[in-house]
């Protein structure tokens, strides 16, 4: 099963304050909309996303068909078919994609420590 990219996608309170902690640390905007209320912030091929006011908590989150730099892969796992392998295994997902679709599409679980995870198709 390949995930595709990875990054931490963190619910913050003031986004200006954490975009200029994380800047301190190394990381630089990579994508988002600031006026939007959400960053995606990069260092090396460290990702976080920073999003305020869109979830309570912090989610990980992996991206099938992309790489670390958001370009796509020749070849990856569909979330279609994550989506049937967890369920195979006995994982509850929280929220399904369509198996009638294709293109992007997420599916949604948690970890047995209470950790949201996402796992969101882009194309």
């Known amino acids: 099963m390949k995930l595709g990219a990875f990054s931490v996608s963190l619910s913050v309170k003031d986004i200006h304050a954490s975009k200029a902690f994380y800047e301190k640390l190394g990381f630089t ?13 990069k260092n ?19 991206n099938p068909g992309w790489d670390q730099d958001a370009q796509n892969l020749d070849e990856f796992t569909d979330v279609r078919d994550i989506q049937k ?39």
């Open 29 to 41: 905007e990579f994508g988002g909309n600031i006026e939007q209320n959400w960053l995606i912030l």
């Open 85 to 123: 392998q967890l369920k195979a295994d006995g994982i509850e997902l929280i929220r399904e994609a369509d198996e009638s679709t294709s293109g992007p599409a997420s599916i949604t679980l948690i970890d047995p420590d209470g950790n949201a995870i996402l796992v969101d198709q882009h194309r």
């Open 44 to 62: 090396e091929d460290k990702i976080i996303g920073l999003f305020q006011g869109m979830f309570e908590n912090n989610i990980l989150t992996f």
